[in-house]
Antibody, heavy 120, light 107 residues
């Protein structure tokens, strides 16, 4: 079964840092591009970051650029999101999501999500 | 950035009814459009990709159409388990963007 499991969320003060992880199983992780997508409480979906198979191509949403870093470890079947200078508006459920196939940009599947709360 | 505008933001319909949700892109995106279903407390699930291709395992009552800037998701015969929020997503270029969502409720 294809599965993505996120961890690392929690409560952090404004200006703080947090590192999210996503462990993949049931498919060849090193053959798929990966993303982080977030959803603020009661709000819609917002794409956050993309990383290519090798990690050589990375894109970020303007809202997180220069504060967040996406990375991956293909040997460990893991995706990461290092978040710095966190703000209240970063409060959201963060999902890792696989791109369905090479050359596509459809998210499938998604992990169950991990909640990040930025508050003092 | 490409803006995606969905309508309606919410719709209430009876079991068996036909429901249509529209999504408009701020510029042409060809067929680079996906639809997702999200139930409360759950992750989104891919329903339709490439504007009209049905994801494996998705019931055939779901269909997608359109190209360029105007797209449609249709549920041909609404079922109780279809109560959810539906999102469109453009996959033409980064940043990837989503519509604001359409909440479908059962009367």
């Amino acid at each position: 079964e294809v599965q993505l499991v996120e961890s690392g969320g929690g409560l952090v003060q404004p200006g703080g840092s947090l590192r999210l992880s996503c462990v993949a199983s049931g498919f060849t992780f090193s053959s798929h591009e990966m993303n982080w997508v977030r959803q603020a409480p009661g709000k819609g979906l917002e794409w956050v970051a993309f990383i290519s198979i090798s990690g050589s191509i990375i894109y970020y949403a303007d809202s997180v650029k220069d504060r967040f870093t996406i990375s991956r470890d293909n040997a460990e079947n893991s995706l990461y999101l290092q978040m710095h200078s966190l703000r209240a508006e970063d409060t959201a459920v963060y999902y890792c999501a696989r791109l369905r196939a090479a050359g596509t940009r459809w998210f499938d599947p998604w992990g169950q999500g991990t909640l990040v709360t930025v508050s003092s | 950035d490409i803006q995606m505008t969905q309508s309606p933001s919410s719709v209430s319909a009876s079991v068996g009814a036909r429901v249509t949700i529209t999504c408009q892109a701020s510029q042409g995106i060809g067929s680079w459009l996906a639809w997702y279903q999200q139930k409360p407390g759950k992750a989104p699930k891919l329903l339709i990709y490439d504007a009209s291709s049905l994801q494996s395992g998705v019931p055939s009552r779901f269909s997608g159409s359109g190209s360029g800037t105007d797209f449609t998701l249709t549920i041909s015969s609404l079922q109780p388990e279809d109560s959810a929020t539906y999102y469109c997503q453009q996959a033409n270029s980064f940043p990837l963007t989503f519509g604001g969502g359409s909440k479908v409720q059962i009367k």
